[in-house]
């Protein structure tokens, strides 16, 4: 069973930072999803932890930066410019095999962090 365990959310004025970590128990293709309420969970970045290739959400695109760290097992959202309408729930997953967008191609998630951006 694959073990996701993020963390790093909070509360931060508009145009502040927060980076979100998520340790992994294995080497996959990490996402970052994100739910607000009353909406659908999103895309907001992944990254193939092979090729360290990376894609983003049009929305996030500049301001947030996905990243791994291969001797800890850890992948990074680092998000700047922090704006009220990224307020969510940001989750984290993981799948075998390349990244994708789509949160159900996504095997194991983690519990979520909350990001509140107060304006």
């Known amino acids: 069973q694959v073990q996701l365990a993020e963390s790093g959310g909070g509360l931060v004025q508009t145009g502040g930072s927060l980076r979100l970590s998520c340790a992994v128990s294995?080497?996959?293709?990490m996402g970052w999803f994100r739910q607000a309420p009353g909406k659908e969970r999103e895309f907001v970045a992944v990254?193939?932890?092979?090729?360290?290739?990376?894609y983003y959400a049009n929305s996030v695109k500049g301001r947030f930066t996905i990243s791994r760290d291969i001797a800890n097992n850890t992948v990074y959202l680092q998000m700047n410019s922090l704006q009220p309408e990224d307020t969510a729930v940001y989750y984290c997953?993981?799948?075998?095999?390349?990244?994708?967008?789509?949160?159900?191609?996504?095997?194991?998630w983690g519990q979520g962090t909350q990001v509140t951006v107060s304006s």
């Open positions: 294995g080497r996959y293709a």
């Open positions: 990254i193939t932890w092979s090729s360290g290739t990376t």
């Open positions: 997953a993981a799948r075998r095999g390349i990244g994708t967008t789509q949160s159900t191609d996504f095997e194991w």
